[in-house]
């Protein structure tokens, strides 16, 4: 099994920046087992669904975004360290929500569409006006 435990969440002001971390573990899980898969964030505000926030291939040579954070959005991975990240720049009040880790076997496309097999327990994040 897997586990993934999301960290760096907190309060900032408008305009200000975070980084997310993402720490990838298991009873058999190594270096080579995280490079196996696609990784991406996620976040939930109150009331709203679930939504899509960035996506990285397995090289981290690949990235999606969703538009609402593209440009102030960065996502990476040390697969070396089982970790990945997102640096979230140019905050905004509409940030704010639960951030959520995920990792698919499968496509960029996949995980896009909010299938992962795995997923932490969530970081909140929130941004003050």
């Known amino acids: 099994q897997v586990q993934l435990v999301e960290s760096g969440g907190g309060l900032v002001q408008a305009g200000g920046s975070l980084r997310l971390s993402c720490a990838a573990s298991?009873?058999?899980?190594?270096?080579?087992?995280?490079?196996?898969?696609?990784m991406g964030w996620f976040r939930q505000a109150p009331g709203k669904e679930r939504e899509f926030v960035a996506a990285?291939?397995?090289?981290?040579?690949?990235?999606d975004y969703a538009d609402s954070v593209k440009s102030r959005f960065t996502i990476s991975r040390d697969n070396a360290k089982n970790t990945g990240y997102l640096q979230m720049n140019s905050m905004k009040p509409e940030d704010t929500a639960v951030y959520y880790c995920?990792?698919?076997?499968?496509?960029?496309?996949?995980?896009?569409?909010?299938?992962?097999?795995?997923w932490g327990q969530g970081t909140q994040v929130t941004v003050s006006s």
């Open positions: 990285i291939n397995r090289s981290g040579g690949s990235r």
């Open positions: 298991g009873r058999t899980f190594s270096t080579y087992t995280f490079g196996l898969y696609v």
């Open positions: 995920a990792l698919n076997k499968g496509t960029i496309g996949t995980l896009v569409a909010g299938r992962g097999d795995f």
